[in-house]
């Protein structure tokens, strides 16, 4: 009987997107989204749930990281491993992650594009000092080719906050300040007098039509009897996300299957290619 060409799909979720709460639009009547859910136990049994409704169709789960995550997908290849061994063998697969940090740049390039002049402030919920960091590194390669003077970063819970970041802007001599969200919720969680709230980093039409195209790639693959749980659970070690190096490391490849591409720059996003380094 011929593989479907569609399969069910299990956004797994992150720092980056409030434990998949800010992922809630995309489960909806009709959709071929079950559920979103945090790796560990919640993921698990939204896992189980999609493969019981699924009869014995596929389920694909979808690590849904912007680059900054590399935890969520080896945490989210895990919670799949025994599921993949069990009764769900040759059903079950974990795609390719969202985005890597190449996509970010881009698509915070094209969000700070709608922004009028002035300052942009690029704000993401408090992770860990890696991930933080790394966000630092994005937006200092945003501002490198993009058209605005100032571009800033700021965390939800951290430091700076959104208010500290906001004022750095103004003393630094911006009138005008955009918050661009490096994540799938708000830019702003709360108002800030003076500061321009720039919507959604992505609409959610973009989303769903990323975790599609992930999603019809895991089918492919699957479909020749590979899974992609082996690859994500090397994720933290580097494969299949960008991330720092020591002094005298070079960038190196993700191992079979990883091609190199430019990064998108628009803001509908829209499909994109498999993932690579990067710049650093």
Same mark, same amino acid.
């Given at each position: 009987?011929?593989?479907?060409?569609? *399969?069910?799909?299990?956004?797994? !979720?992150?720092?980056?997107?409030?434990? !998949?709460?800010? $992922?809630?639009?995309?489960? #909806? +009547?009709?959709?071929?989204?079950?559920?979103?859910?945090?790796?560990?136990?919640?993921?698990?049994?939204?896992?189980?749930? #999609?493969?019981?409704?699924?009869?014995?169709?596929?389920? &694909?789960?979808? +690590?849904?990281?912007?680059?900054?995550?590399?935890?969520?997908?080896?945490?989210?290849?895990?919670?799949?491993?025994? $599921?993949?061994?069990?009764?769900?063998?040759?059903?079950?697969?974990?795609? /390719?992650? =969202?985005?890597?940090?190449?996509?970010?740049?881009?698509?915070?390039?094209?969000?700070?594009?709608?922004?009028?002049?002035?300052?942009?402030?690029?704000?993401?919920?408090? *992770?860990?000092?890696?991930?933080?960091?790394?966000? =630092?590194?994005?937006?200092?390669? *945003?501002?490198?080719?993009?058209?605005?003077?100032?571009?800033?970063?700021? =965390? %939800?819970?951290?430091?700076? %906050?959104?208010?500290?970041?906001?004022?750095? &802007?103004?003393?630094?001599?911006?009138?005008?300040?955009? /918050?661009?969200?490096?994540? =799938?919720? @708000?830019?702003?969680?709360?108002?800030?007098?003076?500061?321009?709230?720039?919507?959604?980093? $992505?609409?959610?039409?973009?989303?769903?039509?990323?975790?599609?195209?992930?999603?019809?790639?895991?089918?492919?693959?699957?479909?020749?009897?590979?899974?992609?749980?082996? #690859?994500?659970?090397?994720?933290?070690?580097?494969?299949?996300?960008?991330?720092?190096? !020591? @002094?005298?490391?070079?960038?190196?490849?993700?191992?079979?299957? *990883?091609?190199?591409?430019?990064?998108?720059?628009?803001?509908?996003?829209?499909?994109?290619?498999?993932? /690579?380094?990067?710049?650093?």
């Amino acid at each position: 009987m011929p593989r479907p060409r569609t *399969a069910t799909a299990v956004l797994a !979720g992150g720092h980056e997107s409030d434990g !998949g709460r800010d $992922l809630a639009a995309l489960v #909806a +009547p009709g959709s071929t989204v079950h559920a979103a859910a945090p790796a560990g136990r919640p993921l698990t049994e939204a896992v189980r749930s #999609a493969l019981a409704a699924a009869g014995d169709g596929p389920v &694909c789960v979808v +690590p849904m990281t912007l680059g900054r995550d590399p935890r969520l997908v080896a945490d989210t290849a895990r919670a799949l491993r025994w $599921l993949a061994a069990g009764e769900a063998r040759g059903r079950l697969a974990l795609t /390719a992650p =969202f985005g890597a940090a190449d996509h970010l740049i881009g698509w915070l390039r094209a969000a700070a594009g709608t922004a009028p002049d002035g300052a942009v402030l690029v704000t993401a919920p408090a *992770a860990g000092p890696f991930e933080d960091a790394e966000l =630092f590194r994005i937006a200092r390669l *945003a501002r490198q080719y993009g058209r605005h003077r100032w571009v800033e970063v700021a =965390f %939800d819970g951290g430091d700076p %906050d959104p208010a500290e970041g906001a004022e750095r &802007c103004r003393l630094l001599g911006a009138r005008e300040v955009t /918050a661009v969200p490096a994540s =799938f919720g @708000p830019a702003l969680r709360t108002v800030l007098p003076g500061v321009r709230d720039g919507g959604p980093l $992505l609409r959610p039409s973009a989303v769903a039509g990323v975790v599609a195209a992930r999603t019809a790639a895991a089918l492919h693959l699957l479909g020749h009897g590979e899974d992609g749980i082996r #690859a994500g659970l090397d994720a933290e070690h580097g494969h299949g996300h960008a991330h720092s190096h !020591g @002094p005298g490391d070079r960038p190196h490849s993700h191992g079979p299957g *990883a091609e190199h591409h430019q990064h998108h720059g628009h803001r509908h996003a829209g499909p994109v290619p498999h993932l /690579a380094h990067a710049p650093h």
